[in-house]
């Protein structure tokens, strides 16, 4: 430009006219420059904005890549928080078999591609067993089974792990596969490989194990899970032993409710039994004070009236003529009622006496006997006297003596008065059903020992008429009796009752209407 | 009032072009003075002391006149506005805030509505404290300016007045708004682009790092100069200027930062500017080249406010003028052209005006205009 500027300086122009050029020429100079500082800036200025651009792009590229790892990361969490929310909401040990099915769901909502899926529960103290529920991603069954650990090869790795807390990763192909099917089917516990396998064995199978408290959560997949789904499994997998511990929580607190209930039921009829026995001794107390009472009476009674007969004798022998026909029946007849109220008076007088013998508290002392020859000594009695009194009464009696009971403290004399009852009630139940019976009607009265673990077992049974229900209740209360009026005084079941009792043991019945009556005596031996 | 602009290259050409400007019965009675360093500012200022005229007076690092842009040189916008209407007020302090809130009081105590026009030299001074000292005191006074210049040799820079004259101080002209309609738009044309970035260590406008890297890499590696950078010259702050970072202050005004000089030692990028450590900041979209039509656009939307003013008065970065190159002359030129009256202005180190839509504040790579009109 300065060259240019010479140049128009020397033109052979007028002032004006070079003053015109060289303005021109400024304005040229100028506009010149302002392109070529456009040209060069537009260049500048292109690279610059792609530069900022680009590492823009890279920058926003990070922020997304963040953005996503976040969103994924909520979406894990909410997933969790599903599993979490069900887990809580359990109250039976039913519903921990909602909860594998919802882990598995949440896996595929997750689209973590997995083909099986299984619980391993570890039993530590139970042998090391394991037990293994497989199933599909859409919850279907496959197998479960449970094997000591030491089995198979591969349950014994499960175990280690387990026991180490460490995760365990495996790569099956198809033999591996079909192998460890065939294994399982040796074992037993699955009945075919082919119901394992459902589909074809897939040729490719990644195993994940991972562990939590109880045992390990198993995701088998085609390819390996990266370590993003090995974390949601890792939780996943806590989560489930959450559930788990709340399921044997729950197994515990309903093994305690039934122990609670039995104790109850337990309290009830000890409640019941101590009523009963209440009654009783209140009844005891009750008839021990009136036939104390009465004997007095009763006693007075008898003598007056034997009194009177002697008196009447002596009228008699003082008479020489009956000159008095009249005078004499009177007399017979006076003397024929004080017959009847001597008997009775005996009569009221043996009621009174049993009755008594009843509040007595046993003055007996135990001594070592031999049950099974008490038993039979009191079985031979027992018939023998019925027969004397009843020549047409006729059982057959059979024993089953347990030999290895060998003798057992007991009052012997008491022990005896109840066996002796509980015969005779049977001989009575036999001999009455015979009477109301046209067939043929064997009568039989079985009595029979048994040694139990700490008492002995001494049985009465009968094939009499049995006892009806609604009196079942009663029959061990004093005076209760269903023999007609004077025959017997009811008091010998509740003699019998107290008298077992006060030894410890226990005294039962089953009966069977018409059919016949068990009584059970149970005793322990100290 | 009436306004005449002179301008020359050495006190005597000053001189006879104002015995020609006043042949007439233009008489003045301000005289704004922007010069190079390198005018002889004493001969004058008591050139003009002598006949009575207040001068209000900056150096520059580059002058404008109508729609011409000079550098070396003296422009001077004579004014015959009523003494009664303005006064000038001059400080010299090392404490900014203090000298600009005591300036504040004065012009405040002088016209009970007052708009200053202020200029501050020095090289090291924390501009916004310039904004803050007169905003604290009274946050409604209309405040435009901006920085002295010194030709890029970042030696000192000097105001002065009638009997003043320093490099650490302040000159104020008040102008009772009552009596002279004052208005003022500052607009830059620069726009962000990209994604945040972390002003990661800095003091006061010297930048050390951005995210962790060092500021000079930073820009090199966007702006991808092979030129060496290892120049402490006025070619590189040439090639930066043109990509201010826009900065996001607490009061929500986005403002511009212009890079004037690199050093070397450090890999520092000084700013025309502060930026504090920590800002966020994003880098600029080079404006295309209707820049200048879009500033003159904005530019008259102050016919609104003033449709027939007397005098145009221009505060524009220098690193404007860096990033415009030779187009800067037409920027003046259009802008003239909005009003077509006199208009005088000079490249500063940092502009003080009011964005659209903004709070008033300092800027760079900025035009601050300012529009006057004296009501008859």
């Known amino acids: 430009m300065e060259s240019l500027k010479q140049i128009i300086l020397s033109l052979p122009l007028s002032i004006e006219e070079k003053d015109r050029l060289l303005k021109e020429l400024k304005i040229v100079q100028k506009t010149l420059d302002s392109a070529e500082f456009r040209y060069k800036r537009t260049l500048m200025d292109k690279e610059a904005i792609t530069n900022i651009l680009n590492t823009s792009i890279v920058e926003i590229e990070k922020q997304k890549a963040v953005i996503n790892k976040q969103k994924k990361e909520a979406l894990h969490r909410a997933s969790i928080d599903r599993v979490r929310a069900e887990i809580s909401s359990m109250r039976t040990t039913n519903d921990l078999e909602k909860i594998t099915p919802l882990i598995w769901e949440e896996l595929t909502i997750l689209n973590i591609p997995f083909i099986r899926s299984g619980i391993v529960l570890v039993h530590e103290e139970d042998d090391h067993k394991v037990e293994i529920y497989l199933s599909t991603p859409d919850g279907k069954a496959i197998a479960s089974f449970k094997i000591p650990a030491f089995k198979t090869e591969f349950t014994q790795k499960i175990f280690n792990h387990w026991a180490s807390n460490q995760i365990l990763l495996d790569h099956w192909d198809e033999k591996s596969f079909l192998a460890w099917a065939e294994r399982l089917v040796e074992l037993g516990v699955i009945r075919s490989a082919e119901e394992y396998l459902i589909h074809q064995p897939p040729q490719n199978l990644y195993l994940h194990f991972l562990p939590f408290a109880q045992g390990m959560l198993y995701i088998g997949s085609i390819g390996p899970l990266t370590t993003d789904e090995m974390n949601l499994l890792q939780s996943l997998a806590i989560a489930f032993s959450t559930a788990y511990a709340r399921y044997d929580d729950f197994n515990k607190l309903e093994a305690t409710k039934h122990q609670v209930e039995n104790t109850l039921q337990e309290l009830r009829s000890t409640q019941q039994q101590l009523i009963q026995a209440e009654k009783m001794a209140s009844l005891g107390e009750l008839t021990a004070g009136i036939a104390h009472e009465i004997q007095n009476p009763l006693n007075f009674i008898n003598n007056f009236s034997e009194v009177n007969n002697e008196l009447i004798e002596e009228i008699k022998s003082q008479q020489s003529t009956s000159k008095d026909k009249e005078q004499d029946e009177i007399l017979r007849d006076i003397f024929r009622n004080n017959e009847k109220i001597i008997f009775h008076g005996k009569r009221a007088d043996a009621i009174v006496k049993g009755m008594l013998q009843h509040s007595r508290s046993s003055s007996g002392t135990e001594e070592p006997t031999n049950i099974n020859a008490l038993c039979d000594e009191y079985l031979r009695l027992s018939y023998h006297g019925l027969r004397a009194k009843d020549k047409d009464f006729n059982a057959a009696t059979k024993t089953a003596f347990d030999e290895t009971i060998g003798k057992i403290n007991v009052v012997p004399q008491d022990i005896g008065r109840v066996i002796l009852n509980l015969i005779n009630n049977a001989f009575y139940a036999v001999s009455e059903k015979k009477k109301n019976t046209n067939g043929a009607y064997e009568p039989t009265v079985i009595v029979s020992t048994k040694k139990m673990n700490d008492k002995v077992e001494i049985k009465v049974t009968d094939n009499g008429s049995g006892i009806p229900q609604k009196i079942l209740d009663k029959i061990f209360q004093p005076f209760f009796t269903t023999k007609p009026t004077g025959d017997g005084t009811g008091l010998g079941l509740s003699l019998s009752y107290d008298i077992v009792k006060a030894h410890g043991g226990e005294i039962k019945v089953e009966t069977r209407e018409g059919e016949g009556s068990e009584f059970v005596v149970q005793l322990p031996v100290v | ?376």
């Not at chain 2, 301008?7 to 050409?13: A, C, D, T």
Request: hydrophobic share 40%; with cysteine.
């Open chain 2, 1 to 376: 009032m009436k306004a005449k602009n002179i301008y020359g290259e050495n006190v005597q050409e000053i001189k006879s072009k104002f015995a020609q400007a006043t042949a007439d019965s233009f008489s003045p009675t301000l005289a704004i003075v922007f010069c190079s360093i390198t005018q002889d500012r004493k001969a004058l200022i008591s050139f003009f002391d002598e006949k009575g005229i207040d001068v209000f007076g900056s150096t520059t690092a580059g002058e404008i006149i109508d729609d011409e842009v000079m550098e070396h040189t003296t422009v001077i916008m004579l004014l015959d506005m009523k003494k009664e209407n303005y006064k000038i007020f001059h400080e010299e302090s090392s404490d900014t805030y203090k000298l600009s809130n005591d300036l504040a009081k004065l012009a405040k105590k002088k016209f009970s509505n007052p708009s200053v026009v202020i200029i501050s030299s020095g090289l090291t001074i924390d501009a916004e404290q310039i904004i803050k000292g007169a905003k604290d005191f009274d946050e409604n006074i209309p405040l435009y300016g901006g920085l002295a210049g010194d030709d890029l040799t970042m030696k000192a820079s000097y105001v002065f007045s009638n009997q003043f004259e320093s490099s650490t101080g302040m000159i104020a002209l008040v102008l009772n708004n009552e009596k002279i309609l004052v208005h003022g738009l500052a607009t830059s044309g620069w726009d962000d682009i990209g994604i945040e970035k972390t002003i990661t260590k800095s003091t006061g406008n010297v930048v050390y790092t951005i995210d962790d890297e060092p500021a000079v890499d930073v820009f090199v590696k966007f702006f991808k100069f092979t030129d060496s950078v290892d120049n402490r010259s006025e070619i590189v702050a040439m090639n930066f200027a043109q990509y201010p970072l826009q900065l996001k202050k607490d009061n929500g005004n986005v403002v511009l930062r212009a890079p004037l000089m690199v050093d070397i030692e450090s890999r520092a990028l000084i700013f025309a500017g502060g930026i504090p450590q920590g800002s966020k900041v994003k880098f600029s979209v080079p404006p295309g080249f209707d820049l200048i039509e879009k500033t003159a656009e904005r530019v008259s939307s102050l016919k609104k406010n003033i449709s027939n003013p007397d005098a145009v008065l221009m505060f524009s970065c220098k690193a404007r003028h860096l990033a415009l190159g030779p187009m800067t002359s037409d920027e003046a030129g259009k802008i003239r052209s909005i009003w077509d009256k006199p208009l005088i202005g000079f490249f500063t180190y940092g502009e003080i005006g009011t964005a659209k839509e903004s709070v008033c504040d300092f800027h760079n790579e900025t035009c601050s205009m300012v529009v006057m009109e004296e009501k008859k």
